[in-house]
């Protein structure tokens, strides 16, 4: 079992920053690929970005590329989310996940057995 709680979302203008935060625990979080999904109303939950186990290898969705950065540290047990240049389109409830089968495909929420409780974020015109 694996536990996740997030913090860090907000209400935030158009063209500012956040950065949330993902601390797991229940197993060793270097065993562990991390994914930040969100999700609007009306719309399906999506995958945002993910971040192998030791940190090195990064993927983010074409919507958010070159916009926000996940990253890790396993010192901490704790994955990050920054967010810059946020639109309003960004505005949804943001969960991370956790990956503990591995190989295998990273993109879809059916690929992440544990997840987090979300986090609200709201970015205004």
């Known amino acids: 079992q694996v536990q996740l709680v997030e913090s860090g979302g907000g209400l935030v203008q158009t063209g500012g920053s956040l950065r949330l935060s993902c601390v797991a625990s229940g197993r060793t979080f270097n065993t562990i690929r991390m994914g930040w999904f969100r999700q609007a109303p009306g719309k399906e939950r999506e995958i945002v970005a993910s971040i192998s186990r030791g940190g090195n290898l990064t993927y983010y969705s074409d919507s958010v590329k070159g916009r926000f950065a996940v990253s890790r540290d396993n010192a901490a047990n704790t994955t990050y989310l920054q967010m810059s240049s946020l639109k309003p389109e960004d505005t949804a409830v943001y969960y991370c996940?956790?990956?503990?089968?591995?190989?295998?495909?990273?993109?879809?929420?059916?690929?992440?057995?544990?997840w987090g409780q979300g986090t609200q974020v709201t970015v205004s015109a």
């Open positions: 996940a956790a990956k503990t089968l591995l190989p295998g495909s990273f993109y879809y929420p059916s690929d992440y057995p544990y």
